[in-house]
């Protein structure tokens, strides 16, 4: 649906069309995204998320880059021909990439572990993905009833990780459009192809960001620290763009700067998993409910604070972007806080599941195995030295 829609936008005669296309687009993608953050989220272990969320987390950058370089070589080689604009064949364009990736996604999306149906899975990995999952204190699905509105919004985690997640994401915002409307408003230095490649540079940044950061927070086991390193670039840069009256290579640094600092974002979700790693059905609810959120106030926010005709000074925005990075920074060790609260009074989720399981917890099992051999060896090596002390006596 996400790509028919698409190729309907290549065609719209009105403006009333064009919205009533973007929004079916919009629509169809966000369910997309969503499912696919879901299954992301229901394979993985601690040790694992922020690597996989990052591969998963570099495809928007990637796909907003390769969008900019589609952009400009449709512009320059397919404007007009057909009697068609070259913003039209964009829409074709992308409509030959959606469709064959959405029948990938149909034969070989797996499912979470405890309901996959995988063909290309043998029995026994399908059960190794079940019970490595329960070792880390990740919960099987409990299916949906009437219990699971409450299971979300009597718990204190959706309300935090709705306001710091959507937080986090929107503070980054002028390594977008702000961007590209300051590139666009040089005319006398840059063409529309060199804006739309220059445009490219903050997602290039995301891109290797997001790696490293994932990598990071993974071998740490830790998200709230790449977060707030991130958090403290977000606010410096925010500042820069604030005071505007800075060298042309400062508001660069501050606009590619956000463009990396957009890296350490994509670990909201992962953090929000294994917070409510104790339910999948309430996990994967929230994070579409803070998806929601962010969809909402990626609606509102700019039209209120970047307005265009304020371009590409934003004096409203960027006053927006530094108070709301304060408020971030803030709360950002607000989850941990609250889970330490919970450890006091003995509730402990992922402890829990295990002992429920009856599996040896994550790691544990190689210490036991490590125990058990030496437990093992040490008769062995007891008899041989015996034996030599035998013979020796002999001899």
């Known amino acids: 649906m996400w790509g028919l829609f698409t190729l309907g936008t290549a065609f719209v005669k009105s403006y009333n069309q064009l ?29 694992e998320l922020g690597k996989r969320n990052a591969i998963y987390g570099c495809v ?32 074709i364009i992308c409509t030959i990439i959606t469709i064959p990736c959405a029948l990938i996604g149909v034969f070989f999306c797996p499912n979470v572990p405890d309901r996959t149906r995988s063909r290309y899975l043998t029995e026994r990995e399908k059960q190794l993905a079940v019970d490595r999952l329960l070792k880390d204190g990740f919960a099987k699905t409990r299916g949906i009833g009437r219990s699971l509105f409450k299971r979300i919004f009597g718990d204190w985690r959706i309300y935090v990780f709705f306001v710091v997640g959507n937080l986090y994401w929107m503070t980054p915002y002028p390594s977008g459009l702000p961007y ?34 994932g990598f990071y927070s993974d071998w740490r086991q830790n998200r709230w620290e790449t977060m707030l390193y991130g958090g403290i670039l977000i606010l410096i840069c925010n500042v820069v763009l604030l005071v505007w009256n800075v060298p042309g290579g400062a508001k660069f640094f501050a606009f590619i700067g956000l463009g990396v600092a957009n890296g350490p974002t994509n670990l909201i ?11 999948l059905e309430a996990r994967s609810t929230s994070i579409a409910i803070v998806n929601v959120g962010w969809v909402v106030i990626n609606c509102v926010v700019p039209i209120i604070a970047w307005p265009i005709p304020s371009a590409p000074r934003f004096l409203g925005g ?4 530094v108070v709301m ?52 060896e040490e008769p062995t090596r007891a008899a041989d030295e015996k034996e030599v002390e035998v013979n020796a006596t002999a001899v």
């Open 19 to 47: 919205l009533v296309m973007r929004f079916f687009v919009g629509f169809t993608a966000t369910a997309c995204w969503v499912g696919n953050a879901h299954i992301v989220n229901s394979w993985y272990t601690r040790q």
């Open 60 to 91: 928007y950058p990637l796909g907003a880059m390769f969008a900019g370089y589609l952009q400009a070589a449709a512009y320059n080689n397919l404007n007009g021909v057909h009697g068609m604009a070259g913003w039209r064949w964009l829409f």
């Open 180 to 213: 590209g409307l300051w590139l666009d408003s040089q005319k006398a230095k840059y063409t529309p192809a060199m804006v739309n490649n220059l445009s490219t540079i903050t997602y290039a940044a995301t891109i290797v960001s997001t790696m490293i950061c």
């Open 269 to 279: 979700v992962p953090w929000l998993a294994e917070f409510m790693s104790h339910d």
């Open 318 to 321: 960027y006053i927006w972007s």
């Open 325 to 376: 990075s304060v408020i971030e920074i803030i709360l950002l060790p607000l989850p941990m806080i609250l889970e330490r609260r919970e450890l006091k009074k003995g509730i402990n989720y992922a402890q829990r599941i295990v002992e429920e399981s009856g599996l040896a917890p994550a790691g544990l099992e190689e210490k036991t195995k490590d125990v058990d051999d030496q437990s093992l």
